[in-house]
């Protein structure tokens, strides 16, 4: 498999529990992104990794959310307590710096009820 | 704070017409610009530009950069409906770590 591979597709959650999505990146790719789209808007950055190291957290990740890449191979993003506002689509994109672009995964679509 | 503005954010044209997306944007640490592709999930990439004035093609989709007015243009010509997506542009930045900004996209609906 040579893309983004990313789960669970769909989660749905009740308001206050917790969760937790995967990516795994192209093999070769030593950075890794997490980025949250909401309807009718682009997506927006949350986290950078280059191999098992998180090199920038956005504004947006407020403490209830972590992410770790153990090892610099698959990633996981924990939301704690989730609320209604965690309502997005989370992606997750991978590159190797060289060639060019980004290649996303499917996402995983959280909905918080 | 970066800032990337695409327009317009909605468009319905009928197939067979040539329509221009535009992004532009304000950025402190510019390395590339990217357009993408968003049908129901993942955004699939189209074109990366690093340079002005150079125009990259694939079918009937084009796009081209102007680093001076800071500006990107993604045609596509004797449109589709399978063309019917959200298109995505994106500015790379750098300094401290690379990412990408995106605009909020252009809903681009083509009927038959």
């Known amino acids: 498999d040579t893309g983004v591979s990313q789960n669970p597709r769909h989660k749905i959650t009740k308001r206050g529990q917790n969760v937790t999505f995967r990516c795994d990146p192209i093999?070769?790719?030593?950075?890794l992104y997490w980025y949250r789209q909401t309807l009718g808007q682009g997506p927006e950055f949350l986290t950078y990794?280059?191999?098992?190291?998180?090199?920038?957290k956005s504004r947006l990740l407020s403490d209830r959310f972590s992410a770790e890449r153990p090892k610099g191979s698959f990633s996981t993003l924990e939301i704690q307590r989730t609320e209604q506002g965690d309502s997005a689509m989370y992606l997750c994109?991978?590159?190797?710096?060289?060639?060019?672009?980004?290649?996303f995964g499917s996402g995983t679509r959280l909905t918080v009820v | 704070e970066d800032k990337v503005v695409q327009s317009p954010l909605s468009l319905v044209v009928h197939e067979g017409d040539t329509v221009t997306l535009n992004c532009s944007y304000e950025v402190t640490n510019f390395r590339s610009l990217l357009w993408y592709k968003q049908e129901k999930k993942a955004p699939t990439f189209l074109f990366m530009l690093?340079?002005?004035?150079i125009e990259k093609k694939s079918g009937r989709l084009s796009s081209i950069l102007d680093k001076k007015e800071l500006f990107s243009i993604l045609n596509i010509t004797a449109t589709q409906t399978g063309d019917s997506a959200i298109y995505l542009c994106?500015?790379?930045?750098?300094?401290?770590?690379?990412?990408?900004?995106f605009g909020k996209g252009t809903k681009l609906t083509v009927n038959p």
């Open positions: 994109a991978s590159t190797d710096g060289r060639n060019y672009g980004y290649t």
């Open positions: 990794f280059q191999n098992e190291a998180q090199l920038e």
């Open positions: 994106a500015v790379e930045v750098s300094g401290g770590s690379e990412k990408l900004v």
């Open positions: 690093t340079s002005s004035g």
């Open positions: 093999s070769e790719h030593n950075r």
